[in-house]
């Protein structure tokens, strides 16, 4: 599934390079927030003054949460407008700045957002290096759903099962921790075609919402012509700026 991932960076280095003589500082894979925990050890490292040092974690989930995270004042483009979102301050799952000779060695773990973020910032830093690790969201800001059938004044469509939604009284929502929202931008793809292209949500016009099954939906909508843009098979996959 499509998620975004924000960085704005000062000097990042990738590699698979081994660190001789390293200090090691160890954060284990447990249960709840990790957030706090490896923050924690980011600021230790930073107090080693440039010697090398490595963040070692661990196969496992580590959980990052926006209500822990670090609150700092960026402005990123590709985000949102100053009138979607006048205030710049950027909630940061992992914050590096002013860093020298740090690598975040992952031994295969999994680091989960929660709510909307930026996942990290590497900002003012050298030497930099992240690897063997993945990172996903547990409610991304860009949902799903692939069109099955379309007409002048309807569409119907199966929601990806990563994309929590609800239907109320008729009305259309996309869910998240924290978040929610109806309309917006899309990025629509057509496999057909190998072609991706953005316009307004088809969602946003919507005036009636009904849901046939699990996951699967149709909508009433004005005389947009709907069919002629999202034909069967379309992927919509669609963006809540923050």
């Not at 860009?142 to 469509?157: F, K, S």
């Amino acid at each position: 599934m499509s998620r975004y991932i924000f960085l704005w960076i000062g000097i990042l280095w990738f590699g698979t390079i081994s660190v001789v003589g390293a200090e090691v500082i160890r954060v284990s894979a447990t249960q709840g927030d990790a957030t706090p925990r490896i923050q924690a050890a980011i600021e230790k490292a930073r107090q080693y003054r440039g010697k090398p040092v490595v963040i070692r974690l661990e196969q496992g989930n580590y959980h990052l949460f926006r209500t822990s995270c670090s609150k700092q004042v960026y402005y990123i483009s590709n985000t949102a407008s100053e009138e979607e979102n006048p205030d710049p301050t950027k909630h940061i799952g992992l914050w590096i700045r002013g860093i020298r000779n740090l690598t975040i060695e992952g031994d295969g773990a999994r680091l989960v957002t929660h709510g909307e973020m930026t996942s990290f910032v590497i900002d003012s830093s050298e030497n930099i290096i992240l690897r063997n690790f993945t990172l996903t969201a547990a409610d991304p800001s860009v949902p799903e759903m692939t069109v099955v059938d379309a007409g002048e004044n309807y569409l119907t469509a199966r929601i990806h099962p990563d994309s929590p939604y609800e239907i109320r009284e008729g009305k259309f929502t996309w869910l998240g921790e924290g978040w929610n929202f109806t309309g917006g931008i899309a990025q629509v793809f057509e496999p057909w075609r190998n072609v991706t292209w953005r316009c307004n949500s088809p969602m946003s016009d919507v005036v009636k919402a009904i849901e046939l099954e699990k996951v699967l939906i149709t909508t009433n909508v004005p005389k947009a012509a709907w069919g002629k843009y999202f034909r069967c098979g379309t992927l919509s996959g669609t963006r809540f700026a923050v």
